[in-house]
């Protein structure tokens, strides 16, 4: 069991995947909240019945499965709503994420969290041990987000506005990697935060 967990966090965009991948590959076992939010809303799973009860069948699909776009728009600007389903899911995601990393049979374990400035940092995830931010100038995370998307500068911009500032995640930070694109560079960073994290876990560094 894995007692030492990482928090992985970053902005849209800007190479949380990546650093996912690095560290799996290096055996080492992740919880990705994002996976965690789908899965814990799938049929017969008592998030989505309390969903349903909330904001009513028209936030089903006819074959029982969650409809994402019709939730969105149901609780998209509004705060009471938003809040409302947060308050639903949030729970529920950061225990089973907890539980997966305490199952992971690797040294430590790596929690992947989008929103984890947004959702209360440290106090929301206490049993992180560290936190790990992948960061990117704003001007690379546009770019790489219209690509992906495939939407326009005006789109990107609000997208990344919605978000926590550059500034507010590099302050929950222990540990950074900066994502400019160089591969090589990523490999290696991520190298070294293995050995690190390899030691801290088994105590021997404090």
Known sequence: MS?????????????????????????????????????????????????VAR??????????HLDRAAL??????NEIERRALEEILHPRIRLRMQALCRDATSPYAIATIPLLTEGGGRA????????????????????????????????AE?????????????????DIVVNDG???HLEHAVSELDTRYRRLAAGSIR
């Open 124 to 155: 929301a995830y206490p049993w992180l041990s560290r936190i790990l931010v992948v960061d990117v100038p704003r001007g690379v995370q546009k770019q790489r987000l219209m690509l992906r998307d495939g939407i326009d500068d005006a789109l």
């Open 55 to 64: 904001f009513g069948q028209g936030v089903l699909q006819a074959d029982g």
């Open 182 to 184: 160089d591969i090589g």
């Open 158 to 174: 609000r997208m990344l506005d919605a978000q926590a500032s550059r500034h507010e995640r590099l302050a929950l930070a222990d």
């Open 3 to 51: 007692e030492y967990v990482i928090g992985l966090t970053g902005g849209v965009a800007s190479g949380k995947s990546a650093l996912e991948r690095a560290f799996a590959a290096r055996g080492i076992g992740i919880a990705d909240a994002d996976r965690v939010a789908r899965e814990i809303v799938e049929p017969g799973e008592p998030a989505l019945a309390e969903v």
């Open 72 to 77: 969105r728009a149901r609780v998209f600007g």
